[in-house]
Structures are given as structure tokens and as C-alpha cells.
């Protein structure tokens, strides 16, 4: 053996020896000591360092380790379930060497959690009542709750769950919406939180009125509508109804004229949206009545048995506001207004000539104007016209957008209440069974005007009738006869109907002269009724050539024809005569000359076979409907009730323009009020 080797093991192998026999020490070491979890549950992870073999406890359910047990290094994942008490709570974790030499201790501290209640902010209860049912959210759950309600409330507490609550909610008759608070409390903790309640009204529609009545002639029913929500209308297609104006609580329907000749109704169902509830309005509306010439007591608030005498007869007609009456002139002319049904009586009686100053009373209203305070009705007594054939009326009346009512006459002789076409006044008749001289073969409101230039406007006449014997002169519902070029402005004839034969017109029946109509109208039934056969006294002067009958004027002699602008006719003419020397036509019956509307294109005749002109010798230019003969137009009544119409009507109007006015004149146009 080498020398030098041995040595060196002699020297070495002690200290070896040495160093295998001594143990190693164990170790065991975690990455953290203490650790604090939310209220939540919760995971962590653990760092171990280690030599050895380990385990690791927990004396706490609620805090778990995994692994369990392990050696050298590693890693342990933690994990903590919610708390779900108020308070903090404390485990603690301990890890050990397998030969119990080594150990640690760690806390694990959890966070309580944080009290809260929650409910529904806003539930909604039915109008008519019942139960709400509300969800209740508390936290942690078992802690105890309270519910307050304010006092008089429309809800009360029906019943109690730990995680709900029934209200028993009283129905909605308030008539309108409702709310309440409620409030909720945690008890021993300082948490609330509030419901709110709501309740609509319980659906209501109601009509007032449910049934109506409308005239025949038409007319508006307004209807009064109460309802808790959105409403609508509904109208049969075929009705005789439409709306007209509708506004949150009232609407109103316009009613045509009923031409049927029968009585109709009409079921209108108004509906409140979302709902079923439905109430109706019906509307009935009788016949309007047929004007028959045969048939003495039209209208039928005209009945004889409410004619004692005329209105001549002593104590009806009313002469004092005229007794001081003096001529006035042309620089200083004379007004009176009137506003009673004798007042206008006493016109008629002081005009002609029977006033206080018989011989000059034909004089004495001239330069002056008799202006109409109120509407009038004349329905008492028989009328007597206004001016004569001895003593015209030379003033002018202004009706003032006023209207008369109830003129009646109605002659079924020939001769009664009449004269032969003579300015004489020798001979007498019986009117109604008063004696009365100077009253001529005139039938109108006016019997005769005779001054130049003098006028008659801003008259409405309402329903009435004018009718005379078939073999009878002149007949309007204004002016029997114009022997001067008289101006009739704004007037209309709503609704007395006229009948005669020889010189017939709503506006004016005959005029020697030019009388000048603007925006002038019918409305009302115009019957031709002529029968030459019943013609016996040669003194009443009758020819071939003046038996006309026109919707505003019958009989114009004068050559240069009638003026008629802005006016129309909106009835049939209708003829009963069986004449073949009778002229008929929509504006006018017969005329020396031209219809004059070349310049102002806006006279208008309602459509129909019935108007018609018959052919003479000597007369010509009828306003008739056919082309050749009319220089006016012809239209629909239907048509006469649109906008449209009523643009063409005004074409080139100076003054008082031509309006819809809703309840007048039976749907059309009309004058707007001075």
C-alpha cells in the first residue's frame, strides 16, 4: 500500500464517521399566521414548507382545509362558508409533524354579514280590490320583521309568511287614482324600506243624456261624457248623425234634415278604452213634416183654433212707439227698434193707414228704418202684411240678425182678404173675419214696398206659412211685391213656406222694377199651385206671361231683369199647377230679361228635374237648371253643406260674409250676425 494513502485515511475516515451518526433536524414553516375573510364565503391558499410529515386540523365546521395531511412542501387551499350572523367569528387552523415535535397555530377570522330587508318598490292593486301579495327579502334570515301602515289606510294586513305578506286592498269608489306608503323595519337593527301601493279608480263611462230627441230639420244634440280613462264613439255607417266636436268630456253630433217621411233612430255606443263597458245614446228624430197646400194648419204649431182674429184685432197690436212719429227727411232721417210681436203688429197696422194720421202715414216712414231688437214670433194671430197697394212701406228694415217666427196666412178664397191689383182702395174684403179695406191681393211680411234704393237686410224668417188661392197675385215670405228697385241684402227664408200661383218667390213674389239681391237665400218648401180654370172675375188682370214661380223671386217685368249675387237657393220649386203657362225656376220664375249674375257668378240653384222653365211668347232667360237657359249653377244639397260651397258662395262678397252657424238653417250657409 502506498504510504502516502494510508496516511491520508488514517486521517479522514474519523471525521467521516463522524457525520453519519448525527440526525437532521424538522421543519415546518406556513406563509402567513392570521387571515380575515369577508361575510361571503371564501377559498385561500396556504404555503407549507416542510422536511417532514405533517396534518393540519380545524375545530370549526364552518372552516375546512384540504388536504389533510401531507409532507415536505405544499400548498393547503382553505375555505370558509358565509356567515350568516351579524357578529365576527373566529377558527382557528393547527398544523403538525407527523412526530408531534412541531406545531403551529393560525386564526382565520370571518366578517359578519350586514343587515338588510328589501321589498318591492311599487305594486300595483287592482281597481275593484282583493289581495297583494308581497315578496319579503331579510337578511340574515331569521331576524324578525315589523310592518307599519298608516292609519286609514285603503289596505290592511291580511296574513304573514317569514318571506311575504298579504294585503287585502278595499276597492277604488274615490273616483280617482289612490296611493299608499307602507314601511318595513328590521327589528334590532337599524334597516327599513318602504312599499308604495297604487290603485287606479275603477273604470267608469258615463252619457248624459242616454236618449235624445232632434228636430226634422236637423240639428246638434251635445252629450255630456264622464270617464276615469281614454274613450271612443262609435256610429253606425248608415246613421243620420256624425260628429261634429269632440273635447275631453263632451261631444256633440249634428243630425241631418229627416226627408224619409218616416221616424228614425239612431244607437250610439261610446266604449271606455280597455274595458267593457259600453253605455249608448239613442237619438230619434221624427219625419220632417211634407208642406201640403191642402193641408191648412202647416206648420203644426200654426193650428186655426189659435187664431181668435188677426193681428189688427183690438188690444193686439202696439202703436205708441209711432204716435210721436213726425216726417223726418233724407239729411235727418228716423230709427225705431222693436222687440215684441205687437210692435211689429202696429207697423203693420200704422202703415197701412190706419195710424193716427191715416191720410199720411204712406208718407211718413219714409227716411226711416225700422230695426228688430229680439226675435219674434207671430204665431198668435193671422198676420196682416205690411204696406198695401194704396199705402207702401218706403222705409227700410234692418232685422239685425233677428228672426220672425209664425207669420200665417193662409187664404182658401180667391177673393178673401184681397183686392184686384188696384191702388183704388174703394172696395172692401173680410180678412179672418176682420174688415179690412186697402189690403190688396199681397201676401208676405211685407205687402208692398214702393221707394227707391231702400232696403231690407239682416233678416232671418223662420218657420211659417204664406199660402194663397192658386188664382191669388203676389206671394212671399218677405216682400209680395217690390215696385221700386228695392235691396235686399243678408236675408233668408230658414223656414216659411210659400205657396201660390201667379208671382211666387221666397225673397220676393213680383216687381215691376230691378230689385238687387245679394247673399240672399231659401231654405224652405216653394210650391207652384196655379189653376187658370179658377181665374173667374175679369177684374183681377191676369195673362199668359206673368204666371211664375222662382225659389227667390217669381216675376220681374222690368226688361233689364233682376240682380241676384251671392245668393242660392237650396229647395226644390216644386209644381202642382197643371198650367202650361206657368214659368218655373230655381232662382227665378220669369223676367223681362236676362237673369243679370254675368258679373257675379256666385247665385246658385240646388239641383233637381223638378226645377224647370216653361217657354213664352214674350218673356225669356228663366233661371231654370237647364244649360241653355241658366246663367247661374247648379248644385246638390249636399253639396251646398261643404266647405266648398261655401268659398264659392263668398267669391267676390263685399260685407257681411256667408259662415256655418251650427242648429241654423237646417245645415246651410247662413249670414254672420251684425
Known sequence: MNKKFLIFFLLVFPFLHACKDEPTPESLEISLSDFTFEAASGVMSIDVKSNIQWTVESADSWLTCFPTSGENNSNIIVTVDENLVIGVREGKLTITSASGAVSQEFNV?????????????????????????????VTPPNLAWSV????????????????????????????????????????????????VITQDLIPVIAVDPTTAEVDPEGGDVTVQVTATSAWTVEIPDDAFVSEKS?????????ARSNETGASRKVIITFKLTGTDKEPTLTITQAAKKVVDPDDPSFPASLTGT????????????????????TLPTAASPAEYVITTAAQLAGLSFYVNGWGPNATTDKETLRYTTIKLGADIDMSAHYWVPIGSARNSFKGSFDGQGHTISGIYINFTDPYEGTLANST????????????????????????????????????????????????????????????????????????????????VGAIVGGT?????????????????????????????????????????VGFVQNAAGPIIANSYNAEIVTNRSSSTKLAIGGLLGLSGGALNVATVPSAINVASAASFYV?????????????????????????????????KLNEGLVGTQWIFVSGENNGFPTFAKP
Not at 182674429?309 to 210721436?324: A, H, I, P, Q, R
Not at 237648371?625 to 253639396?639: M, N, R
Open 148 to 195: 307599519e301602515i298608516p292609519e286609514g289606510a285603503f289596505v290592511s294586513e291580511a296574513s304573514r309568511k317569514n318571506n311575504e305578506i298579504v294585503f287585502e286592498v278595499a276597492p277604488n269608489n274615490t273616483g280617482e287614482a289612490r296611493e299608499v306608503v307602507i314601511t318595513f323595519k328590521l327589528r334590532d337593527a337599524d334597516e327599513e324600506a318602504t312599499l
Open 512 to 552: 215691376s222694377n230691378i230689385p238687387s239681391l245679394t247673399a240672399c237665400a231659401n231654405a224652405a218648401p216653394i210650391i207652384a199651385a196655379f189653376e187658370p180654370t179658377e181665374v173667374a172675375d175679369a177684374t183681377i188682370s191676369i195673362t199668359a206671361l206673368n204666371f211664375a214661380v222662382g225659389g227667390l
Open 424 to 503: 183704388s182702395g174703394t172696395a172692401a174684403a173680410t180678412l179672418y173675419g176682420y174688415s179690412v179695406a186697402n189690403v190688396t191681393n199681397l201676401a208676405g211680411l211685407f205687402g208692398r214696398i214702393n221707394e227707391a234704393n231702400v232696403t231690407v237686410k239682416n233678416l232671418i224668417m223662420g218657420k211659417g206659412l204664406v199660402a194663397t188661392h192658386p188664382s191669388s197675385f203676389y206671394t212671399s215670405a218677405v216682400c209680395a211685391y217690390a215696385n221700386s228697385a228695392v235691396n235686399f241684402i243678408n236675408v233668408i227664408n230658414a223656414g216659411t213656406a210659400v205657396i201660390g200661383g201667379i208671382a
Open 109 to 137: 377570522l370571518q366578517l359578519g354579514v350586514l343587515p338588510a330587508l328589501a321589498v318591492p318598490a311599487t305594486m300595483a292593486a287592482v281597481p275593484e280590490g282583493g289581495r297583494v301579495t308581497v315578496p319579503v327579502t
Open 246 to 254: 269632440k273635447t275631453d268630456g263632451t261631444i256633440v253630433f249634428e
Open 615 to 647: 217657354t213664352s211668347p214674350s218673356y225669356r232667360d228663366v233661371g231654370g237648371v237647364e244649360t241653355d237657359k241658366i246663367t247661374g249653377s247648379a248644385v246638390t244639397a249636399v253639396e251646398m253643406k261643404t266647405p266648398a260651397f261655401l268659398t
Open 306 to 325: 189659435q187664431f181668435t182674429n188677426n193681428w189688427w184685432g183690438e188690444g193686439n197690436y202696439d202703436v205708441t212707439w209711432l204716435e210721436s212719429h
